[in-house]
């Protein structure tokens, strides 16, 4: 499976992103995808994911703020980032991975897709 993140920029705090993971080259709607962060200096955390049937786990930092959804017909996952905060600045990857559960950790993906960078102003 090849990766596609997009939809990164600049936005002020509180405001909204939505972020893009376009997926190519596999059987997408057979995946779990998982969205991570890593800022300078931190290791690459977990966001959120999703399963093959939909159930999602988000970080404690991001619940009730982000949610995360997938188009199995367009093999596309969506990150809908709400009331963003300076401490939500990183750069965001995109991973997928066939195995049955929804691992927290970045041993637990396969794929991975380029970051895309996400920037908080406070």
């Known amino acids: 499976v090849q990766l596609q993140a997009s939809g990164g920029g600049l936005v002020q705090a509180g405001g909204s992103l939505r972020l893009s993971c376009a997926a190519s080259?596999?059987?997408?709607?057979?995946?779990?995808m998982g969205w991570f962060r890593q800022a300078p200096g931190k290791q690459r955390e977990l966001v959120a994911s999703?399963?093959?049937?939909?159930?999602?786990n988000f970080a404690d930092s991001v619940k009730g703020r982000f949610t995360l959804s997938r188009d199995d017909a367009k093999n596309t996952a969506y990150l809908q980032m709400n009331s963003l905060k300076s401490g939500d600045s990183a750069t965001y990857f995109c991973?997928?991975?066939?195995?049955?559960?929804?691992?927290?950790?970045?041993?637990?993906?396969?794929?991975w897709g380029p970051g895309t960078q996400v920037t908080v102003s406070s």
């Open positions: 991973a997928t991975t066939y195995r049955n559960s929804a691992s927290r950790s970045t041993s637990g993906y396969e794929a």
């Open positions: 080259g596999g059987i997408f709607r057979a995946t779990v």
């Open positions: 999703i399963t093959p049937g939909g159930s999602t």
